[in-house]
């Protein structure tokens, strides 16, 4: 698969009034073309920033990147591009799409004028020409009456609908690379479950990179191609789906498959939940940032910081246990296969 972006040592730090947040401590990966990455891991683990790094969406006053921080695409740096160079790539070669479509959408515009925008913007069209595109755009992301749609309002619009119209808006200038923030989780049950297919069918027909952020690992379970778990700003496991779910190696990935309930489980009644609360990121821990809640936490895990270890190609992990010096440990019985 062909490589189309590059994360390298990725850190992002937010200055405030308490000190220096630092969200995202080190992050590196790749997406490769035509793929989805599901990203996991609780509420600030720093999913979020890490993708509205990527195109610069982070309040400039109060963010600071790492020195060595890198996002490469088509062979440029964004980190250094300024904001009229970065408009050129935002929403024609790279877009997102946020869990609340509300927040994105404009309530004074129409819905046919906002997805025109991106196409006047980005594909040199006309007004005419663009919300006549906008029609095809619609009928694509299944909105009935396209042409009766494009006149009406966001207000105008159920919130599946709505999601809709702003996976449209995203989808509009075919870009190589879609981030979803949550894109569902504002959303019913079964709508979730058509957005997620509209995503995934666009995304074949365009040969689209899809990185999803999630905190829902039935999602990752139904579209990841990898998943990458981050904790406390860090990636701490990536392998493919079936390596993840199979073969984790990680006991915070261990906490999250457990508390996942199943039709399986023995557990009746109580799902697991992992106690306990993720390190302050204005002073995160010099070891391994998962010690306080980690079941099994040695000594060295306090003092240093585990290094990823390659399992396969595809595989890494970083935890000490994977050492050949540590005690050897099963993973937990209620997600063995
Ligand atoms: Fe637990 Fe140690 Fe592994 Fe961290 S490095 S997850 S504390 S065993």
Same mark, same amino acid.
């Given at each position: 698969?062909?490589?189309?972006?590059?994360?390298?040592?990725?850190?992002?730090?937010?200055?405030?009034?308490?000190? /220096?947040?630092?969200?995202?401590?080190?992050?590196?990966?790749?997406?490769?073309?035509? @793929?989805?990455?599901?990203? =996991?891991?609780?509420?600030?683990?720093? /999913?979020?920033?890490?993708?509205? &790094?990527?195109?610069?969406?982070?309040? @400039?006053?109060?963010?600071?990147?790492?020195?060595? &921080? /890198?996002?490469?695409?088509?062979?440029?740096?964004?980190? =250094?591009?300024?904001?009229?160079?970065?408009?050129?790539?935002?929403?024609?070669?790279?877009?997102?799409?946020?869990?609340?479509?509300?927040?994105?959408?404009?309530?004074?515009?129409?819905?046919?004028?906002?997805?025109?925008? &991106?196409?006047?913007?980005?594909?040199?069209?006309?007004?005419?020409?663009?919300?006549?595109?906008?029609?095809?755009?619609?009928?694509?992301?299944?909105?009935?009456?396209?042409?009766?749609?494009?006149?009406?309002?966001?207000?105008?619009?159920?919130?599946?609908?709505?999601?809709?119209?702003?996976?449209?808006?995203?989808?509009?200038?075919?870009?190589?690379?879609?981030?979803?923030?949550?894109?569902?989780?504002?959303?019913?049950?079964?709508?979730?479950?058509?957005?997620?297919?509209?995503?995934? @069918?666009?995304?074949?027909?365009?040969?689209?990179?899809?990185?999803?952020?999630? $905190?829902?690992?039935?999602?990752?379970?139904?579209?990841?191609?990898?998943?990458?778990?981050?904790?406390?700003?860090?990636?701490?496991?990536?392998?493919?789906?079936? @390596? =993840?779910?199979?073969?984790?190696? $990680? *006991?915070?990935?261990?906490?999250?498959?457990?508390?996942?309930?199943?039709? /399986?489980?023995?557990?009746?009644?109580?799902?697991?939940?992992?106690?306990?609360? *993720?390190?302050?990121?204005?002073? *995160?821990?010099?070891?391994?940032?998962?010690?306080?809640?980690?079941?099994?936490?040695?000594?060295?895990?306090?003092?240093?910081?585990?290094? $990823?270890?390659?399992?396969?190609?595809?595989?890494?992990? &970083?935890?000490?246990?994977?050492? *050949?010096?540590?005690?050897?440990?099963?993973?937990?019985?209620?997600?063995?296969?």
């Amino acid at each position: 698969m062909k490589k189309i972006l590059e994360v390298q040592d990725l850190k992002i730090s937010f200055n405030t009034y308490a000190g /220096k947040i630092k969200a995202v401590r080190g992050v590196s990966f790749d997406l490769f073309k035509g @793929e989805t990455l599901v990203v =996991v891991g609780e509420s600030g683990c720093g /999913k979020t920033v890490m993708a509205k &790094s990527i195109l610069k969406l982070l309040p @400039e006053n109060i963010t600071e990147l790492g020195s060595s &921080s /890198k996002v490469v695409f088509q062979e440029k740096d964004l980190t =250094v591009m300024n904001e009229k160079k970065i408009r050129k790539f935002r929403g024609k070669d790279i877009s997102m799409i946020f869990q609340d479509p509300m927040s994105y959408l404009n309530p004074t515009m129409t819905v046919g004028e906002q997805i025109a925008e &991106s196409l006047i913007i980005h594909q040199d069209m006309n007004k005419k020409q663009a919300l006549k595109k906008t029609v095809d755009i619609l009928k694509l992301v299944k909105i009935p009456n396209a042409n009766e749609r494009i006149k009406q309002y966001p207000h105008e619009f159920s919130g599946g609908m709505r999601q809709r119209v702003v996976i449209a808006i995203a989808l509009a200038c075919n870009p190589q690379i879609l981030l979803a923030d949550e894109p569902t989780t504002a959303l019913d049950v079964t709508i979730q479950a058509e957005i997620l297919e509209l995503i995934q @069918e666009l995304q074949d027909r365009l040969d689209t990179a899809v990185m999803l952020i999630t $905190h829902d690992l039935g999602i990752a379970a139904e579209v990841a191609d990898r998943i990458q778990v981050m904790y406390a700003g860090e990636i701490v496991e990536r392998g493919t789906k079936e @390596e =993840v779910f199979n073969s984790p190696k $990680h *006991p915070y990935t261990w906490a999250l498959l457990r508390s996942v309930p199943t039709f /399986k489980t023995k557990d009746q009644g109580t799902l697991y939940s992992l106690g306990g609360t *993720p390190p302050d990121l204005l002073d *995160p821990p010099s070891g391994c940032a998962f010690a306080a809640r980690c079941e099994y936490a040695m000594n060295i895990c306090k003092k240093s910081k585990p290094q $990823h270890d390659s399992l396969t190609n595809t595989h890494f992990v &970083s935890c000490w246990l994977n050492h *050949p010096m540590a005690p050897k440990v099963d993973i937990p019985k209620s997600i063995r296969k």
